[in-house]
């Protein structure tokens, strides 16, 4: 199956600064890329979307100068977060599309990244 | 606008029993994806079971299989022979082909 990893797997920083967290899919190339978040004990919120080449679209009430998201390469994803605040705490989960089976649908999730901000 | 809703925030079952978890969805496409995922304490999102919407018949996965409703826009998961590593939170999401739009999640215990 389809493998997408994410790094670090876990991160604590202070606040202020800039976090970056990859994801990677292993074994195909993923033309769409999808960040979301997840605080404790709730679902999944989609923050945006890539595609490969060009501008990430953000959803409602995500703030792009503090979400930098760069999607450089159809195998590689990465999402910024500026001057990251304890609010920020919270656990990232990037997932990966490819174009080459539309039937199938299925993203591919990575394991996550926690965040903590001191 | 799509939305999901799960409305059992909680369930639980015995070991070897059958339990059903509900899902229902609103969207106004007609060619869209429904899909189960579980996502046990280590947080890794796991594909359960999908469903293309313009299949009738009943997705099925071993223990797992679903009961889709399209007129009643319902798609709920059935857990056949529960085990204990069945526990976990459990969240329906539809996809209409531009991302996943996901539940609030049910919160699924296995009691021995």
């Known amino acids: 199956g389809a493998v997408v990893s994410q790094h670090p797997s876990w991160v604590i920083c202070k606040s202020g600064t800039s976090v970056k967290i990859e994801c990677r899919s292993l074994d195909f190339q993923a033309t769409t890329m999808f960040w979301y978040r997840q605080f404790p004990k709730q679902s999944l919120m989609l923050m945006a979307t890539?595609?490969?080449?060009?501008?990430?679209?953000?959803e409602q009430g995500v703030e792009k100068d503090k979400f930098l998201i760069n999607h450089a390469s159809l195998t590689l994803s990465t999402l910024t977060v500026t001057s990251a605040h304890p609010e920020d705490s919270s656990f990232y989960i990037c997932?990966?599309?490819?174009?080459?089976?539309?039937?199938?649908?299925?993203?591919?999730f990575g394991p996550g990244t926690r965040l903590t901000v001191l | 606008a799509q939305t999901v809703t799960q409305s059992q925030p909680e369930m639980s079952v015995q070991e070897a029993e059958t339990v059903t978890l509900s899902c229902t969805y609103d969207t106004s496409e007609s060619d869209y994806y429904l899909f189960w995922y579980k996502q046990p304490p280590s947080r890794q999102m796991i594909l359960v079971i999908r469903?293309?919407?313009?299949?009738?018949q009943n997705a099925t996965e071993n223990r797992f299989s679903v009961n889709f409703q399209k007129a009643a826009k319902s798609f709920s998961l059935k857990i056949s022979d529960s085990q204990l590593g069945d526990a976990a939170m459990y969240f329906c999401?539809?996809?209409?082909?531009?991302?996943?739009?996901f539940g609030k999640g049910t919160s699924l215990l296995v009691t021995p």
């Open positions: 890539s595609n490969e080449g060009s501008k990430a679209t953000y």
């Open positions: 469903q293309e919407a313009y299949k009738q």
């Open positions: 999401a539809l996809d209409s082909g531009y991302a996943l739009n």
């Open positions: 997932s990966a599309r490819t174009s080459g089976t539309p039937s199938d649908n299925e993203q591919f």
